[in-house]
């Protein structure tokens, strides 16, 4: 995979790439919205809490399809509250270390579940 961040266009403003080129043959994994819950369904306390248990289902996904975080190659993350963003980027930078994939950020007025903070959805891709 190879990142594009063209000089003619301003900087990344976090930790992600503007662009990111996949190379034929590859496989393509796309996840549907994962949210800060456990195996039971159980909402995690407050956004640290919620943050990572989305990065560990998100884990789990590409781990199921023999897949695993640098094979991210686009997100999107939704956030309720704007307040919220410090942590949530923290665990996420933590998670994805040097890997920057093309990325979105939301604010947006509720998800599914009251309870719900954080929601992640992914396209991953890996040439086997």
């Known amino acids: 995979m190879k990142t594009h961040n063209p ?3 301003a900087g990344p403003f976090a930790t992600y790439a503007h662009g990111i080129e996949v190379a034929a043959p590859v496989r393509f994994l796309f996840g549907a919205g994962q949210v800060g819950v456990d195996p039971d369904g159980v909402p ?3 956004i640290e809490e919620q943050s990572e248990m989305v990065w560990r289902n998100i884990g789990e996904v ?3 399809a023999g897949m695993e975080i640098r094979d991210i190659v686009q997100l999107n993350m939704l956030l309720i509250d704007r307040a919220d963003l410090p942590a949530a980027a923290a665990v996420r930078a933590r998670v994805l270390g040097d890997h920057r994939p093309a990325s979105t950020l939301m604010y947006i007025s509720g998800l599914n ?4 903070r954080i929601e992640i959805d992914y396209i991953a891709a890996r040439t086997d």
């Open 62 to 64: 590409l781990a199921s």
């Open 44 to 46: 995690g306390e407050g």
């Open 113 to 116: 579940d009251p309870a719900w």
């Open 7 to 9: 000089p003619t266009v």
